[in-house]
């Protein structure tokens, strides 16, 4: 004889919220966060999601969770604690409406907020390619490197500003961080800037260097930016740093360069459009 069951009548829903301007509640989930990450992540992507506007994510008024979405209306984190995962599709459904958001960006190396962006999603396609070494760079790096000083901060930001057609309202902020720390490296032939390296201790991610390279356009081809890439990766070694880097699935040129380095990537940002 079949078992029979008596489905019980369902009263009252969970009411889900959102809270905006939930600084402290994002800043709190921060750890949290990171720890369930299945690889490092790009220190770029998170700096982006620390400027964005960040919301508290709530089960019947507690907060169970954050996200946060750029002035694009790109949901760029998305984080629900443990004991409510089963509610993050719903969650994640509600913070897009309410949000209003153009499209969710989404690292692989998240594995729940991956998880539901793909039960939402319309479309999905790579953006950024994200890489960790895992092979002996296959050329010499460069000898004659020097640490920027603070001095350089309008030279640099001219330079930047000229190769990536970056805002100088970003730029400004960005190189003074940068030399205050001291991690611009760069290579000049006489008085002519060449090429800017990068490695950035992660501040949020121990034991992470994350190195990137800027190379004037009128010399690229020349090897220059994989000797650049090889000193980041010999540096952080020397510094007992991991070295990590990323790059636009677009720039072909860029990717070369990482992956004569010894890189190879793991994982990916994505692209995740969503039926309205």
Not at 33 to 54: E, G, I, R, S
Request: with cysteine; glycine share 6%; proline share 4%.
């Amino acid at each position: 004889m079949a078992a029979s069951f008596a489905i019980p009548t369902l009263v009252k829903l969970d009411r889900l919220s959102l809270r905006p301007d939930a600084s402290k509640v994002y800043a709190d989930h921060r750890v949290e966060y990171l720890d369930q990450l299945v690889a490092p992540m790009d220190d770029m992507w998170a700096a982006f999601a620390d400027m964005a506007a960040p919301h508290a994510l709530c089960i019947e008024e507690q907060v169970v969770g954050s996200c946060c979405v750029d002035a694009e209306g790109q949901l760029l984190r998305f984080y629900v604690q443990p004991h409510s995962q089963h509610r993050a599709v719903d969650l994640l459904r509600l913070a897009l409406r309410e949000l209003e958001a153009a499209r969710m960006m989404v690292c692989t190396s998240d594995p729940v907020y991956l998880s539901c962006a793909l039960d939402l999603a319309s479309s999905v396609e790579s953006h950024t390619l994200l890489f960790a070494l895992a092979a002996e760079p296959e050329g010499p790096g460069l000898t004659d490197l020097r640490v920027a000083e603070r001095g350089e901060h309008a030279r640099i930001v001219d330079f930047q500003a000229e190769e990536l057609g970056a805002p100088r309202s970003f730029l400004n902020h960005y190189v003074r961080e940068r030399l205050e720390r001291q991690e611009m490296l760069l290579f000049e032939r006489g008085p002519q800037l060449l090429c800017i390296g990068e490695l950035r201790q992660d501040q949020q991610q121990a034991g992470i260097a994350q190195l990137g390279l800027i190379v004037q356009g009128a010399v690229r081809g020349q090897g220059i930016g994989s000797r650049m890439m090889s000193s980041l990766v010999t540096r952080s070694r020397e510094q007992g740093l991991a070295p990590h880097c990323s790059t636009e699935l677009a720039n072909a040129g860029a990717r070369r360069v990482i992956e004569r380095a010894g890189f190879r990537a793991g994982h990916r940002v994505l692209r995740v459009e969503f039926a309205p």
